[in-house]
């Protein structure tokens, strides 16, 4: 398993205008490159590094496991207040005196722009592509444990976040980390904090803009034709620029709903195929539960789905990651319990809906190749051969082009889409963690947005495997932190979650009159 | 008698609260409750930006709807000699209107009609007809 799996949507999908790139700007590019991955190669190496004699990363195990002690220390929060969650986010528990105010549904869908993306449409065909059609149960699994870190992270973002004189609010792990610590006595959480910032920062440019605007170019060119990739970044600079720095609200409610639609237009294009093939659902989900156990025959067998599996659902779902929990604490709500109850939603939607959509697409379609004589499928250079050759977003886009032809050019939109609003939701992850660092003030704002704005043109332009390396590893970084102040803040939230499902219980919390009954 | 008269911040808003005036003066101990809802879904998208300063956004509505529409409002009703306060509110207009009536306990509500037409507003209907339709409180639609 080498490192270069972790991004191989990028790999796949940019290819040949990285090529074509590489021959233009070679001699500048492959300086910086290598200079740029000289530096940052030990810390890379060091998060990614796999567990002596397993080849297992340490950090998805870190994730995975983290993920199932939340599970059991809030006593399987994501089944019991599942319900729960949805009349929440429909508003049934929402004061009517409220109302102008962040709804619940505006909070959950404001991070699920920020979550979904590339991972789920690019993601799942790696894991799946490598790790067999069993990849998918073990995203499934790490998606439905997922939502119980995110329902820690998001309840304590909103518990400890600072609300301003004037009205407006900051929230996020680092809040929580300073505050909660402090109230607990424990020492160490400006310290993280303080770290928690840099790390977010540092994937902000990364994985959460230049990666971005990488992709898009990739996508688009792959659509029109290659053409130089700072063209793209400079468009898309520009656009963020008036978004962020401008306040050209419009372009932003424009993709905020434009974003939801193309999540609708893609799980509607899926289920109309899975409808059509209604005969092999029960086959693939046979191919599904076999492949997680046994691995039919695919690279590294049943522990190889694990890893592809586990790891596409961190990256795809962030959960544990803190991101989220900065989106999700702008919220108005009295009780953070609510919050966190409707964060768990998040990686349900993500990983256990669209991620599994994605991947009964492809097994469905017969993208991946089996042998007929033993049913097994067959394996060439570590990933399943599929039938045109293809791996990546190129693989999610064949297996739909199977039934729909003109599905790729909805695709292509939908990622330069879905790229666009992860940027946007990104520049305010980094933004409220500068801000952290260097105070709130317009200078600092104007600063960091106009420093962003550049990352985009540098991803759209260049050939950024190391940078992309690197800024994966300040996303899981985040995670490293993030959790281990989880640890320490948990039982807190164990005490918010027990005296809301308490007053619930007895009616104290109740609906509000007008609301649907159950 | 309570009356519930719905401002729109537009002439037939105010054609609305003219009708509810003769009415009002007709009778004998009447109060005049005057409601600006602001169009407010909780389902819409925002950015996360949007959404941090929400709460000051709304403040600066609440208060700009109420210098702007509720308080001339209620200062010339005073001045004209009728007993008359004001509600500034977010939300789905037909919705509010009602809900403020039936909180309020306001004995009629008295609106414009459809302040705009339009595509959108043959589609899915006015706020006037909507909370004509639906409401539990008899319901004046002034033309």
């Known amino acids: 398993m080498t490192r270069s799996t972790f991004i191989p949507a990028l790999a796949a999908a940019t290819t040949i205008p990285a090529m074509s790139l590489a021959q233009e700007a070679a001699t500048i590019d492959a300086r910086v490159n290598e200079a740029f991955a000289t530096i940052t190669g030990p810390f890379v190496a060091l998060i990614f590094a796999p567990i002596p004699f397993t080849g297992f990363p340490w950090i998805v195990l870190w994730l995975v496991v983290a993920a199932s002690i939340f599970t059991w220390y809030f006593r399987l929060i994501q089944v019991r207040a599942f319900f729960h969650a949805i009349a929440l986010v429909r508003g049934d528990y929402s004061d009517p005196n409220d109302a102008g105010e962040v709804s619940h549904f505006q909070a959950l ?68 980390m300073k505050k909660g610590f402090a109230e607990r006595g424990r020492k160490g959480g400006g310290i993280l904090a303080v770290l928690f910032s840099v790390f977010c920062i540092l994937a902000s440019f990364g994985a959460g803009n230049m ?190 082009a199977s039934v729909f032809s003109w599905f790729p050019v909805v695709l292509v939109l939908a990622v330069v889409l879905f790229a666009f609003s992860t940027m946007i939701s990104w520049s305010y992850y980094g933004l409220k963690a500068f801000t952290y660092l260097f105070g709130e003030g317009k200078v600092q704002e104007l600063t960091f947005k106009v420093i962003f704005c550049i990352f985009v043109v540098i991803g759209a332009s260049a050939s950024l495997g190391p940078v992309i390396d690197f800024s994966d590893a300040a996303i899981f970084s985040m995670a490293v932190v993030n959790i281990a102040s989880l640890y320490v803040l948990m039982p807190i939230v164990r005490r918010e979650v027990n005296s809301y499902f308490a007053r619930l219980k007895t009616g104290e919390i109740r609906k509000f009159s007008g609301a649907p009954a159950e | 008698m309570k009356i519930l008269v719905g401002l729109d911040g537009h002439e037939t808003g105010a054609r609305a609260l003219d009708h509810a005036k003769r009415l009002a003066a007709a009778m004998e101990d009447a109060v005049l409750l005057v409601a600006y809802v602001i169009e407010w879904s909780p389902y819409s998208f925002q950015t996360a930006e949007e959404n941090a300063e929400r709460h000051k956004r709304r403040l600066e509505e609440v208060a700009a709807a109420q210098e702007r529409i509720v308080d001339p409002a209620v200062a010339a009703l005073a001045k004209a000699g009728f007993t008359a306060s004001g509600l500034v509110h977010h939300g789905d207009v037909a919705d509010t209107l009602h809900r403020l009536a039936e909180e309020n306990g306001a004995d009629l509500i008295v609106i414009g009609r459809a302040s705009k037409g339009g595509f959108s507003q043959r589609l899915f209907g006015s706020s006037s007809v909507n909370l004509a339709m639906h409401a539990t409180i008899p319901v004046t639609v002034v033309g």
Request: proline share 3%.
């Open chain 1, 109 to 176: 869908a404001t991070a699920l722009s920020g979550t979904v993306g590339l991972g789920n449409i690019a993601g799942v065909a790696v894991a799946v592509g490598i790790g067999g059609p069993g990849a998918t149960f073990w995203m499934i699994l790490a998606g439905l444990l997922g939502m119980a870190s995110k329902f820690t992270e998001c309840t304590l973002a909103v518990k400890y976040r600072n609300e301003y004189p004037d009205g407006t609010v900051s929230g996020g792990p680092m809040y929580y």
């Open chain 1, 211 to 400: 990666f971005q605007a990488n992709q898009a170019h990739a996508q688009i060119s792959g659509l029109v034709g290659d053409y130089p990739g700072w063209i793209t970044g400079i468009v898309f600079a520009a656009i963020v620029f008036a978004v962020i720095v401008g306040g050209i609200k419009s372009i932003a409610r424009v993709t905020e709903k434009v974003v939801p639609f193309m999540g609708l237009l893609y799980v509607g294009a899926a289920l109309v195929i899975l409808a059509a093939n209604y005969d092999q659902i029960g086959w693939a989900f046979g191919q599904i539960f076999a492949g997680a156990f046994t691995g039919l025959g695919v690279a590294g067998g049943l522990v190889g789905a694990l890893i592809q599996g586990f790891r596409r659902a961190a990256f795809s779902n962030e959960a544990g990651v803190g991101s989220a929990a900065i989106a999700h604490s702008a919220v108005r709500t009295k009780e953070p319990t609510t919050e966190g109850v409707v964060s768990l939603l998040e990686p349900f939607v993500d990983t256990v809906v669209i991620c599994t959509m994605t991947a009964l697409v492809i097994i469905i379609t017969r993208q991946l190749m089996i042998d007929p004589d033993t049913g097994r499928y067959i394996v060439q250079d570590g990933a399943i051969q599929t039938v045109g050759g293809t791996s990546g977003v190129t693989l999610t886009s064949a297996a739909f």
